[in-house]
């Protein structure tokens, strides 16, 4: 069987001295490889391990679950954010009631670009949304996060230097290996038809879409919620509210 990764994570009730060791002798014993390991959030523990037997997990659960001075509360196969979390040692917030929207405040860039990175590598379609006021960040995360994903960026629309609103793309801009970036308030309501034509097509095409204000972009467009499969937010405090009339407003004062 070929090598198959887990995520363990653990609270500590008890940090006693050689807690970590006993737990790592009882992996290493079983020929379980730990990958990485970190602190996640306080008192809890996360582990990314390896085995090519499923059984030796089961086992190890299980007898994991003996041990007083600690509570197993995750055992499965990694997803993206386990993997996070053991790097950065945090877990992304993630909305209990609508499960595809993920926050971010400014003094996560790190971890969000991370985040954007890891999404950008995965092949096929996707349409990312990501919602924050003006000059929180929001494009230069995009960016970094393609750099990080070793993916070249091309913008569709945009007010990042000037307004940008495109017509048509080179072949090479076409790529759809590429990270689109569309601003959902200049694509819809600063736009022209032929822009609109080029937008509708590469949003039908089999590749990666950042939208910067996905709600005006929803509410101005024929396109729908549903279409989007992420929802990002980024903030500058965890308090601040996104308030789309003062974007407006302010791109209107802009242009």
């Known amino acids: 069987m070929e090598p198959k990764q887990w995520y363990m994570e653990y609270k500590i009730h ?17 020929e379980v490889n730990i990958l990485t390991i970190n602190g996640v959030e306080g008192q809890t523990r996360g582990m990314l391990l390896e085995t ?67 999404l950008f590598k995965r092949e096929g379609n996707q349409v990312i949304g990501l919602r924050g006021m003006p000059r929180v960040g929001k494009t230069e995360s995009i960016i970094a996060g393609s750099v990080c994903a070793m993916k070249r960026w091309t913008f569709v629309s945009s007010t990042l230097l000037r307004q940008t609103v495109r017509s048509q793309l080179s072949e090479e801009e076409l790529n ?35 939208i910067e204000h996905p709600d005006i972009f929803i509410r101005e467009s024929e396109y729908s919620y549903d279409d989007i499969d992420i929802i990002i937010e980024l903030r500058n405090n965890p308090g601040e509210e996104i308030l789309y009339d003062t974007i407006t407003g302010t791109y209107s004062d802009d242009l």
Do not use: C
């Open 14 to 30: 008890k940090n006693r001295p050689g807690l970590l060791g006993d737990i790592a002798s009882m992996l290493g014993m079983l």
């Open 176 to 210: 759809p290996s590429n990270v689109f970036i569309i601003d959902g308030i200049v694509s819809t309501i600063r736009s022209n038809e032929r822009h609109y034509q080029l937008l509708q097509d590469i949003m039908s095409a089999p590749s990666t879409k950042v």
């Open 52 to 118: 090519s037997d499923d059984e030796k997990i089961s086992l190890m659960g299980q007898m994991l679950n003996k041990v007083s001075n600690i509570t197993i509360t995750a055992l499965r196969p990694p997803k993206l954010v386990d993997i996070l979390a053991v790097r950065h040692g945090r877990y992304i917030d993630r909305d209990s009631d609508d499960r595809k929207t993920f926050r971010f405040t400014r003094d996560e860039l790190g971890l969000l670009v991370d985040f954007l990175g890891e």
